[in-house]
């Protein structure tokens, strides 16, 4: 079964992307909490966060850096959401390493976390 966040075996995802950097891009989710929704995927696909080499693991986090301040600034919201499902899970649906960024806006609906 092709990976759905593998950028040679997904070209869909191309359109979603909102920027790309060496080894990690950022696209909006197609299944979003809120509008704004992003993704921070590893162009590599490894299971887990562990399995990134230090490069792309300092790149990764610069990444998800970059897109909160993307979120701030484009969206106007003063706090983002950020979470992953790192290991074995029986409700993750994609076996490939990635945090999800999700803007929560003053009046959502979202639970305090």
Known sequence: MACPFC???NKQIKDLIIFESIYSYCALSL???NEGHSLIIPKRHVK?????NNDERRDFFGAISKTREIMKDCLKVSEVIIYSKDGPSKNKT????H?????N???SPLPSV
Not at 48 to 52: D, F, G, R
Not at 99 to 103: A, C, K, M, S, T
């Open 7 to 9: 950028l040679n075996e």
């Open 31 to 33: 299944m979003y909490i």
């Open 48 to 52: 887990s966060l562990n399995e990134l």
């Open 94 to 97: 994609v076996e490939h390493a």
């Open 99 to 103: 945090f999800h960024l999700v803007p």
């Open 105 to 107: 806006y003053e009046n």
